[in-house]
């Protein structure tokens, strides 16, 4: 039983180019949550998806970033455009539904350097 | 705003020795509470989950208590071995959403 999966695992993009993050829940969870952690700070949340919708972008910065999960395939964090400030570690997370028992399962994250 | 402050950042002890992690958070109104471990380039195990009817969890040598009217939990580590030196995590949950602290980073030394 695959955890959740997310890649790359590293991704390294020069200031202005695009990057695209994947995550693939666990088998069975059809809810995907992404936080970012900056250097030397702890993981903010950023969006909740289930399939085919946004439920909450709250954390999302208002522009160049944008999430999509799909009914088929995996969640892509799609950011536009990058700047030096990007650079972060990019965690998926997911659950198999959204009740208060609910525990996410989080992947490995993908490590983004804008140079 | 929920605010998770966690203290020490970091913490180094020799082997054998005791941990104690500490947590605490503003908004009491929260559905649970959870632990992970985070080691280097790597990402989150999940220790324990502490509901907010619970006031604490027991895995193996790890205990965390949880007092929700004063906005702390604490993670004790009993015996400590190198093979826990990591960051520790905390997380409070409300609804969906996981607030996390800026973790405490642990050294055991052997």
């Known amino acids: 039983n695959a955890g959740v999966m997310q890649n790359p695992r590293h991704l390294v993009r020069r200031r202005g180019q695009e990057a695209r993050l994947r995550c693939s829940p666990m088998?069975?969870?059809?809810?995907v949550y992404w936080y970012r952690q900056l250097p030397e700070e702890g993981l903010k949340f950023m969006v909740y998806l289930q399939k085919e919708n946004i439920i909450d972008e709250s954390g999302m910065p208002k522009e160049r970033f944008s999430a999509e999960f799909p009914k088929e395939g995996p969640s892509i964090l799609r950011i536009q455009q990058v700047v030096r400030g990007d650079s972060a570690a990019y965690f998926c997370?997911?659950?198999?539904?959204?009740?208060?028992?609910?525990?996410?399962?989080f992947g490995p994250g993908t490590r983004l350097l804008v140079l | 705003k929920q605010e998770v402050t966690q203290i020490p950042a970091a913490l180094s002890v020799p082997e054998g020795e005791n941990l104690v992690l500490n947590c605490s958070f503003t908004d009491s109104a929260i559905y649970n509470l959870q632990w992970f471990r985070q080691d280097p380039g790597k990402g989150l195990t999940s220790l324990l989950l502490?509901?907010?009817?619970?006031r604490e969890q027991t895995s193996g040598r790890l205990n965390a208590s949880l007092d929700k009217s004063s906005g702390r939990s604490t993670l004790y580590i009993a015996a400590s071995q190198p093979g826990d030196s990591a960051t520790y995590l905390c997380a409070v949950i409300v609804d969906y959403k996981l607030s996390f602290g800026a973790g405490t980073t642990v050294t055991v030394r052997a």
């Open positions: 502490i509901q907010s009817s619970q």
């Open positions: 997370a997911s659950s198999r539904d959204r009740g208060r028992q609910e525990t996410q399962y």
């Open positions: 088998k069975g969870h059809s809810h």
